[in-house]
């Protein structure tokens, strides 16, 4: 069986889109669970929402704990195992770590599918891993109805060097490092809407690393920064903005959107992940009187492996978006931080 004929989008229940289980009902589930008894070497935990686990193990040294796994976006097996791999370093790299071993995380219909399209998957995020210099070191398998991939992800980072979404300060200036629109042009892929060409520029927005991005960041004053994933911009951005009690302004056409995806959410492609995203921001987040839904769409688009958001200090941000630019991560200035409006977001 040649792998590049199978459609594997079509293989998920009801063409599952991937997407996390949605922020109102994952909140939901968290308050139903014993609160933990406060541990000091707990350096981040599930208090802030943030992108990964930080436990202290000395002055010196800290480990970050991640984990991500999803169905096919796309249809390619080498490209949804390199896309699996590159959102889940993601996590790390979004909290000033170094990625280090990664374990494997699969699901199978084994007795359906060409055992070579399971090799394609792991070959693909082995691929990205190598990249990204992480050992893989082990992982776990079942059998089930429909394919699902993914990584646990472990690095490390010096206890006082760590980057949380909760440090955003007012005055200061917001990166955005990657496009969005992933969501709408990963639903107008399964519905065959976009050309060979588009596929693989969003394939490629995918699978880069945001390894560069971290990297440059750490030599700038650097207040807070997540990955924007699953619950969109505004979503992650409203999580950034209630862990650092404060407000944000973004405006909307400063943000970097992937060609055509306005396009393709006006032919009908927004995931129900983005609706809900929408949904969920909706009292906090104020939009201008003549913004059209579909903007305000693509804002919440569920994203799968974005770029970093970051809150870098007024007068850094020119220098670190030049540094990004130089280094060919092509990130732009999308807002600022406020002390008005805690916890909420105002799109301009």
């Given at each position: 069986m040649e792998t590049n004929k199978i459609k594997l989008t079509a293989l998920t229940t009801k063409g599952g889109c991937g997407c996390k289980i949605g922020p109102a009902d994952l909140s939901q589930v968290l308050r139903t669970l014993p609160v933990n008894?406060?541990?000091?070497?707990?350096?981040?935990?599930?208090?802030?929402?943030d992108d990964a686990g930080v436990y202290k193990l000395n002055d010196e040294l800290a480990i970050v704990q991640t984990l991500d796994f999803f169905t096919p976006i796309v249809d390619d097996p080498y490209d949804f195992g390199q896309i699996a791999a590159t959102n889940a370093i993601s996590d790390v790299y979004a909290m000033g770590g170094t990625p280090i071993t990664a374990l494997n995380i699969v699901a199978f219909p084994i007795s359906k599918l060409d055992k070579s399209i399971l090799s394609?998957?792991?070959?693909?995020?082995?691929?990205?891993?190598?990249?990204?210099?992480?050992?893989?070191?082990?992982?776990?398998?079942?059998?089930?109805?429909?394919?699902?991939?993914?990584?646990?992800?472990?690095?490390?980072?010096?206890?006082?060097?760590?980057?949380?979404?909760?440090?955003?300060?007012?005055?200061?200036?917001?990166i955005l490092t990657k496009?969005?629109?992933?969501?709408?042009?990963?639903?107008?892929?399964?519905?065959?809407?976009?050309?060979?060409?588009?596929?693989?520029?969003?394939?490629?927005?995918?699978?880069?690393?945001?390894?560069?991005?971290?990297?440059?960041?750490?030599?700038?004053?650097?207040?807070a920064a997540t990955d924007v994933t699953g619950f969109g911009l505004l979503g992650h951005a409203s999580e950034m903005a209630v862990a650092s009690n404060a407000g944000i302004i973004i405006d909307h056409t400063q943000v970097p959107v992937l060609p055509r995806?306005?396009?393709?959410?006006?032919?009908?492609?927004?995931?129900?992940?983005?609706?809900?995203?929408?949904?969920?921001?909706?009292?906090?987040?104020?939009?201008?009187?003549?913004?059209?839904?579909?903007?305000?769409?693509?804002?919440?688009?569920?994203?799968?492996?974005?770029?970093?958001?970051?809150?870098?200090?007024?007068?850094?941000?020119?220098?670190?978006l030049e540094a990004f630019n130089n280094k060919q991560v092509h990130a732009q200035i999308i807002g600022e931080v406020t002390s008005e409006n805690n916890g909420k977001i105002i799109v301009k």
């Open positions: 008894e406060p541990n000091p070497n707990v350096l981040v935990g599930l208090d802030t929402s394609e998957i792991l070959r693909g995020a082995g691929d990205k891993l190598k990249e990204a210099g992480v050992a893989l070191v082990g992982g776990h398998s079942i059998d089930d109805q429909e394919p699902k991939f993914g990584l646990s992800v472990t690095g490390t980072v010096h206890p006082d060097k760590v980057r949380t979404n909760a440090g955003a300060k007012p005055g200061d200036k917001l496009p969005i629109g992933v969501g709408i042009m990963t639903t107008s892929i399964k519905r065959d809407l976009v050309t060979e060409e588009e596929r693989k520029l969003v394939t490629s927005v995918m699978t880069t690393l945001n390894k560069t991005a971290a990297e440059v960041m750490a030599d700038f004053n650097t207040h995806v306005k396009e393709l959410a006006e032919a009908g492609a927004v995931p129900g992940g983005t609706k809900n995203n929408f949904d969920h921001v909706a009292n906090v987040v104020t939009y201008p009187e003549e913004m059209e839904q579909i903007d305000k769409w693509i804002l919440c688009d569920a994203v799968t492996s974005g770029g970093l958001l970051l809150a870098v200090d007024e007068a850094d941000a020119d220098q670190l």
